[in-house]
């Protein structure tokens, strides 16, 4: 950011009082990077609050190496909307925005399996889904400048995304549990309306995403009652301010950690585990990497 450059911080709001393109008064370009320039920013926020709040947790090195050059992304992506958006005659704080990425962190605070599932796995995964749409808009607009900058940034979030799968594969590798089960019995505790299509399943299933995990009409009945069922907590929940974690659990829980769901919390929150959970995690790691070698030395 340029020296003696100002960006005030835009007004937080629900959701729903979020302006439309056209209650914005924001040409739409500027109002779609606007909304971008949003993400992003809380993108590097997220990034940095997972190398942060699991810096004691049982990870390998290349876990937070991962996590700090996700934020470098993010932090890059920002600047590029910022300096787009001056030259479209605005500035970030032109119109309010939400705080439902946020939210998915606070969420997701508890454990990094349930961090990595709401955030890289789910919430960067909309950006394959939307990613594309919103460049197709742009050229349709004939912003051609902007199309190619969200285009680039698109390209590089297939990356975060992918990260994410990995490292959830590896700790789910580490606890013994079946990743596909996890990552649905996290969701539907943690985030149950984050799943939402439609889905880019070709751009998903590049980075590691199966259709089984993330999209609902492919899950096993009874996973899928449950999800039916969380849904309708988390709206009963909405009306007196609980998310879907403590209407089902029934308390507020512990908010200085996080909800905590039950997969993760026994086993992590074990420190006679912590030392056998690193190693496991460790020797994954390795084997990831030796099948990567041959693919990036092509
Ligand atoms: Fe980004
Ligand atoms: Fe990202």
Same mark, same amino acid.
């Given at each position: 950011?340029?020296?003696?450059?100002?960006?005030?911080? /835009?007004?937080?709001?629900?959701?729903?009082?979020?302006?439309?393109?056209?209650? /914005?008064?924001?040409?739409?370009?500027?109002?779609?990077?606007? +909304?971008?320039?949003?993400?992003?920013?809380?993108?590097?926020?997220?990034? &940095?609050?997972?190398?942060?709040?699991?810096?004691?947790?049982?990870?390998?090195?290349?876990?937070?190496?991962?996590?700090?050059?996700?934020?470098?992304?993010?932090?890059?992506?920002?600047?590029?909307?910022?300096?787009? %958006?001056?030259?479209?005659?605005?500035?970030?704080?032109?119109?309010? =925005?939400?705080?439902?990425? &946020?939210? *998915?962190?606070?969420? +997701?605070?508890?454990?990094? *399996?349930?961090?990595?599932?709401?955030?890289?796995? +789910?919430?960067?995964?909309?950006?394959?889904?939307?990613?594309?749409?919103?460049?197709?808009?742009?050229?349709?607009?004939?912003? =051609?400048? /902007?199309?190619?900058?969200?285009?680039?940034?698109?390209?590089?979030?297939?990356?975060?995304?992918?990260?994410?799968?990995? &490292?959830?594969?590896?700790?789910?590798?580490?606890?013994?549990?079946?990743?596909?089960?996890?990552?649905?019995?996290?969701?539907?505790?943690?985030?149950?309306?984050?799943?939402? *299509?439609?889905?880019?399943?070709?751009?998903?299933?590049?980075?590691?995403? @199966?259709?089984?995990?993330?999209? @609902?009409?492919? &899950?096993?009945? *009874?996973?899928?009652?449950?999800?039916?069922?969380?849904?309708? =907590?988390?709206?009963?929940?909405?009306?007196?301010?609980?998310?879907?974690?403590?209407?089902?659990?029934?308390?507020?829980?512990?908010?200085?950690?996080?909800?905590?769901? =039950? %997969?993760? /919390?026994?086993?992590?929150?074990?420190? #006679?585990?912590?030392?056998?959970?690193?190693?496991?995690? #460790?020797?994954?790691?390795?084997?990831?990497?030796?099948?990567?070698? @041959?693919?990036?030395?092509?």
């Amino acid at each position: 950011m340029a020296p003696g450059t100002h960006h005030r911080a /835009s007004t937080l709001v629900a959701p729903k009082q979020v302006p439309t393109a056209k209650a /914005s008064r924001l040409p739409l370009p500027a109002y779609m990077l606007h +909304s971008l320039a949003h993400v992003e920013l809380n993108a590097v926020d997220l990034a &940095w609050d997972t190398v942060a709040r699991f810096a004691a947790a049982p990870l390998p090195r290349a876990f937070f190496l991962d996590f700090a050059r996700v934020a470098d992304d993010e932090s890059r992506h920002l600047l590029w909307c910022l300096q787009r %958006l001056g030259e479209l005659g605005h500035a970030y704080g032109d119109m309010p =925005a939400h705080s439902v990425l &946020w939210e *998915g962190a606070q969420a +997701s605070a508890g454990d990094v *399996g349930s961090r990595l599932a709401v955030v890289p796995m +789910s919430q960067e995964a909309r950006g394959l889904d939307a990613g594309p749409r919103l460049v197709d808009r742009l050229v349709g607009l004939g912003d =051609a400048r /902007s199309a190619a900058i969200v285009r680039r940034i698109a390209q590089e979030e297939t990356a975060h995304v992918a990260v994410g799968v990995v &490292w959830f594969r590896g700790v789910c590798a580490a606890l013994g549990a079946d990743p596909g089960h996890a990552f649905r019995a996290t969701i539907c505790t943690l985030c149950p309306d984050v799943l939402r *299509g439609p889905f880019e399943a070709g751009a998903r299933a590049q980075v590691g995403l @199966p259709p089984e995990w993330y999209d @609902p009409g492919c &899950w096993p009945e *009874g996973e899928r009652e449950r999800l039916a069922e969380a849904l309708r =907590a988390r709206k009963e929940g909405a009306l007196d301010g609980r998310t879907a974690a403590e209407v089902q659990g029934g308390g507020r829980g512990d908010t200085a950690r996080g909800p905590q769901t =039950a %997969l993760f /919390s026994s086993t992590l929150q074990d420190a #006679e585990n912590l030392g056998a959970l690193r190693a496991r995690l #460790e020797h994954f790691v390795a084997g990831e990497t030796a099948r990567a070698a @041959p693919a990036s030395a092509a």
